[in-house]
């Protein structure tokens, strides 16, 4: 079993739509979490940290439940600009251990 | 937001030769370094963790004689790709920790190895 599972993919959705992506991870001693965005060719860009149950900015809302091991990410209202791979990352046990889910490719059409 | 740079942005090299990638972190300490590699269409693997003044943990299956990691000073860290090959062509990432557990990523260096 991977240690962070991620929804495989792609997702396709009309713009203004609403996009939820789920993540699960298998180490329960996990401490944070993060939703990064990676664009074709350039580097992931940190979307928003998780760390208590959950997490607002804007059009994007975070979920963490610790009792069922997984966090979310809701895309409200969603921009041909948010077309990205979507990543999860844990950090385990407050370390410098941080495990890279396999990322969801959102594309966002007209 | 803590801003990380990464030099050069892309090289093209000779098979034999060996390549320097600097990371430095402009606006902040960085205690941990970490390198990565992508190759098209996959996830970021992650090669080695270094930590400032010490040697750098490799992640098993990478060489730590062929990826030569060097974390001199708390805003500075080297990955230099020894004796090139082909197959060592991809994108190389690296990304800092600094007083928080939050990584930020450098724009990463296209490497093509001839």
């Known amino acids: 079993r991977k240690e962070v599972e991620q929804d495989p993919g792609p997702f396709n959705v009309p713009e203004g739509a609403t996009v939820a992506f789920n993540c699960t991870y298998s180490?329960?001693?996990?401490?944070?979490f993060f939703w990064y965005r990676q664009d074709c060719r350039k580097e992931p860009k940190l979307l928003m940290s998780v760390y208590s149950s959950g997490n607002e900015d804007g059009r994007f809302t975070a979920q963490l439940n610790r009792a069922s091991q997984y966090i979310s990410l809701l895309i409200r209202d969603s921009k041909l600009s948010d077309s990205a791979t979507y990543l999860c990352v844990v950090n385990e046990s407050g370390g410098q251990n941080f495990v890279f889910g396999p990322g969801t490719r959102l594309s966002v059409l007209p | 937001g803590a801003v990380v740079s990464q030099h050069p942005s892309w090289v093209i090299c000779k098979s034999g030769t060996s390549v320097k990638i600097e990371c430095r972190s402009l606006d902040f300490q960085a205690t941990t370094m970490f390198w990565y590699r992508q190759f098209p269409k996959q996830s970021l693997m992650l090669m080695a963790t270094s930590n400032e003044g010490s040697k750098a943990t490799y992640e098993q299956g990478v060489e730590k004689d062929k990826f030569l990691i060097n974390h001199a000073s708390l805003t500075l860290s080297t990955l230099t790709v020894t004796s090139a090959h082909p197959e060592d062509s991809s994108f190389y990432i690296c990304?800092?920790?600094?007083?928080?557990?939050?990584?930020?990523f450098g724009p990463g260096t296209r490497l093509t190895v001839l």
């Open positions: 180490n329960s001693a996990s401490q944070s």
């Open positions: 990304s800092a920790t600094g007083t928080s557990d939050t990584q930020y």
